[in-house]
């Protein structure tokens, strides 16, 4: 069974504090995206790669930064939490070409204090 | 550019109706589109998706959609609504010259299936 797991599913941090999610993919998928989930916007694509060690800008990057050494693993770095960066964080993968559908993790709830 | 509209953001209806949930997508080409539904506190699921062939595609838990070229639209439907249907349902939209996959979501719609 396909499986796209986050590393945690409720994070409390503090204003300034570097943060960093974790997203693993179990199906050797090439492409892999990190959102951000707010009431009334959707989803919002902060960045995706699609390979390792590739990455591209989404809509919303700043203030964030990610990172793809293994093709089963993007991490998604925040510098310095800020409180506007308080969200739900999803991350999701596919397999390349483009014609499939993009597998979902459980999400993470982020609380910047 | 590719975009997506979802026109509502709430849709109710009563159990054993039938529902729709409207989209409407921009894209150049021909487009790839898919609907997924979102249960409280989980993430998103995939329900189907139109990428060529029969207008009229089938999915997940009795759903189905119509893609409608002349329209630019991909409304999901259902015969006969439950109450356990009652999520947030969005729709997403691909361009296949994109690079990675990279689909554009609407602002999603909640569905609420009252007894």
């Known amino acids: 069974d396909v499986k796209v797991t986050q590393s945690s599913r409720y994070l409390v941090k503090r204003t300034g504090e570097k943060v960093f999610l974790e997203c693993v993919q179990d199906?050797?998928?090439?492409?892999m995206f990190w959102y951000r989930q707010d009431p009334g916007l959707g989803l919002r694509l902060i960045y995706f790669s699609y390979d390792v060690k590739m990455k591209e800008k989404g809509d919303i990057p700043e203030g964030y930064s990610v990172s793809r050494e293994k093709k089963e693993r993007f991490s998604l770095i925040l510098e310095s939490a800020s409180t506007n960066q308080t969200s739900m964080y999803l991350c999701?993968?596919?397999?390349?070409?483009?014609?499939?559908?993009?597998?979902f993790g459980p999400g993470t709830r982020l609380t910047v204090l | 550019a590719q975009s997506v509209a979802q026109p509502e953001d709430q849709v109710n209806v009563a159990e054993g109706n039938p529902l729709t949930v409207k989209c409407t997508y921009s894209v150049s080409g021909n487009p790839y589109l898919f609907w997924y539904v979102q249960y409280p506190n989980r993430g998103l699921q995939f329900l189907l998706k139109y990428i060529t062939g029969d207008n009229l595609v089938k999915g997940s838990y009795g759903f189905e959609a119509e893609f409608n070229k002349s329209q630019t639209s991909f409304h999901l439907k259902k015969p006969s609504a439950l109450v356990s249907d009652s999520a947030l349902y969005f729709c997403?939209?691909?361009?296949?010259?994109?690079?990675?996959?990279?689909?554009?979501f609407g602002d999603g719609t909640t569905l609420t299936v009252k007894p």
């Open positions: 999701a993968s596919t397999p390349s070409p483009g014609r499939n559908e993009q597998f």
């Open positions: 997403a939209v691909r361009d296949p010259g994109t690079n990675a996959g990279k689909s554009t």
């Open positions: 199906m050797d998928h090439e492409n």
